[in-house]
DNA sequence: GCATTTGTTCAAATTTTATTGAACAAACCA
DNA sequence: TGGTTTGTTCAATAAAATTTGAACAAATGC
């Protein structure tokens, strides 16, 4: 079979840097871990697919950190493996899912229904709790408050549909 | 003057300590410490506004801490200073601010804004480090990724006033 | 079977973030 | 002025999150 170059790999260019530098950030105000975004950022300015090895190599990052991360992003729907990929190659490949109707329905589904829901849950025992008190006063004021998160928990959850909406052009 | 009751402090009860749970777990999804949520947990649940000894002493945390915590919730106008007070008290008091229009409002100021604004700059000049791109190929495609994120992010933009509007009632 | 390649897992090490606590400042009063 | 109370700042510490790296598993080909 041809011999393909697995000599020293390429460094990250200017325009790489500054991508990786964007991603990482934005990784960040989403909650999750600098090695992400790097991952996430290299396969956006990518031409061509990437193996998890030429994540490691040109990232600089351990095997550890660029399996989980690819995990992560699979989980999320930002990257998918590419297929067939031709020849009797035996690693895969990766390429970055780049719609954002599909990056925000990802992350919505991963990191924000999960929290919702057991905030709903937990709100509604709240209201139960509220109802135990005997105090008649405090008995109304904790009423009064925990209807108030039980607002703001399905505002939350309603708010979220339409903000997939208007990201999906 | 009448002498106030400095005693010990009342312990947290059960209903309150479920209220701060779910504060904390809120504030971290925002990415936010904890501290910040049992504060304005605490305060949340509170039928009268609280000093920041009441806070340092109910929740057993530092003097730093409130203090700290105080003032990131003040600037993301999410508690605020009840005045008057009457009496000649020199402590001031904090209350929570509790329509969730506001508290939306001043986290998108706070926090989500500068990011918006940050990344619009970094993305610009990744435009420009597109142009400057020499292999025709290379060019066609880094302009198609950062059009790309430039997408993305006028979307985000645009998609904040909306989550406003829609939980402002 | 054995050797090789590819990828995962997870405890340990590292890095980052949050919290503490002591020194300091500011306001007030006697 | 000096003493007291209230609150802030920030270096040191503690706690939490991330990353590493080595052991392991799974798949392949000889």
């Known amino acids: 079979m041809q ?4 000599g020293t790999p390429q460094e990250i260019d ?4 500054e991508v990786l530098a964007v991603f990482v950030d934005g990784v960040r105000v989403l909650g999750l871990p600098p090695s992400i975004g790097e991952i996430y ?15 490691v190599q040109r990232l600089k990052i351990s095997k550890g950190s660029a399996s989980q991360g690819l995990r992560t992003l699979k989980s999320l729907g930002a990257v998918r493996e590419t297929d067939g990929n031709g020849n009797g190659e035996r690693r895969t490949y990766y390429e970055p899912a780049v719609e954002l109707k599909r990056l925000v329905g990802g992350f919505i589904r991963e990191q924000i229904r999960p929290h919702i829901d057991s905030g709903r849950h937990k709100i509604k025992r709240l209201g139960d709790l509220a109802s135990a008190e005997t105090d008649p006063d405090r008995r109304k004021f ?16 309603r708010v979220l549909p339409i903000i997939q909406r208007i990201l999906g052009q």
Chains 1, 2 share one sequence.
């Open 14 to 17: 200017s325009i790489e840097r």
């Open 41 to 55: 950022g290299l396969l956006f300015i990518s031409q061509t697919p990437l193996s998890l090895d030429d994540l």
């Open 3 to 6: 011999e393909l170059d697995h």
């Open 142 to 157: 904790l009423l009064e408050r925990t209807d108030r998160l039980d607002h703001w928990i399905r505002n939350g959850g």
